[in-house]
């Protein structure tokens, strides 16, 4: 699987993103996809995680409540709506596809295929 991340920017503190992540090359629907950042100097770091169909999501603490996170098998797609942004959440953002199609992974080891990540920035 090929993943393109899109969608990423610089934004105020308190506004909003929504990533995008296109897969290609496999059966998109057949994975779990995940997202996760990397700001400098730190490990990378769960965000969010989609299963197979869109029906179930995980969320890590540190955007929960703050983030959605959705899927379209038919446009090979899935998003991350990221809302009430901090300067903390400046990172480098990631999208994977899961060895498992329940999505329920939270370690970077557990994802099979990585995209080049999308830049946010959030100023205070």
């Known amino acids: 699987v090929q993943l393109q991340a899109s969608g990423g920017g610089l934004v105020q503190a308190g506004g909003s993103l929504r990533l995008s992540c296109a897969a290609s090359g496999r059966t998109f629907s057949n994975y779990g996809m995940g997202w996760f950042r990397q700001a400098p100097g730190k490990e990378r770091e769960f965000v969010a995680s989609?299963?197979?169909?869109?029906?179930?999501?995980y969320y890590g603490d540190s955007v929960k409540g703050r983030s959605t996170i959705s899927r379209d098998n038919a446009k090979n797609t899935v998003y991350l709506q990221m809302n009430s942004l901090k300067p903390e959440d400046t990172a480098v953002y990631y999208c994977a596809a899961d060895r498992s199609r329940y999505g329920w992974s939270r370690q970077t080891y557990e994802y099979e295929y990585w995209g080049k990540g999308t830049q946010v920035t959030v100023s205070s």
């Open positions: 989609v299963s197979w169909s869109g029906g179930t999501t």
